[in-house]
């Protein structure tokens, strides 16, 4: 190990990964930080954090590696509800730590922050039912 890779570890020592409550507060800046007419609406959608998706779920989606699925938009999209639906449980925003910190470790040039948003607004936009022409007047991931 050179120098500089000891010093950067030292840098480390002794610091925690951001928390499950801390994800969950990102993401609430991210809601919070949408255009009002969204904004309303997306505080009506529940918002779980875990580290990673459960099992059940990782096989619904034929999915084996857990760090594959950051977040998860679970309900009724929008434009497709009916009064005439019953919901089961409402609308929900899962979002999985670990992966979402694996990715942000792997990219190394975006804050946590702007990650937890992205995410955040991938899974509003099965919600509202958005383009990706709507995504990008909201969320500005490339610049």
């Keep these: 190990m050179t120098e500089e890779e000891l010093d950067e570890n030292l840098l480390w020592a002794g610091t925690t ?25 997306a505080l009506k959608v529940a918002l779980r954090v875990e ?7 990782l096989a619904e989606m034929e999915m084996e590696d857990p760090f594959e699925l950051t ?3 679970e309900g ?7 009064v005439m639906d019953q919901p089961m449980r409402p609308d929900t925003i899962w979002l999985f ?6 990715e942000w470790v792997a990219r190394g040039d975006v804050a946590l922050g702007d990650l937890v948003g992205h995410v955040v607004v991938h899974e509003l936009a099965h919600h509202f039912g958005w383009s990706d022409e709507d995504i990008a ?4 991931w490339w610049e």
Aim: charge should be negative; glycine fraction near 4%; proline fraction near 13%.
């Design 71 to 73: 977040g998860l938009y």
């Design 51 to 57: 580290d990673f998706a459960p099992e059940d779920l």
């Design 97 to 102: 730590r670990r992966p979402i910190l694996d």
């Design 17 to 41: 990964p951001p928390s499950l409550e801390d994800m969950e507060a990102l993401a609430r800046e991210a809601i919070a930080a949408l255009p009002g007419q969204f904004r309303t609406e």
């Design 76 to 82: 009724i999209p929008l434009p497709e509800k009916s």
């Design 137 to 140: 007047t909201i969320d500005r």
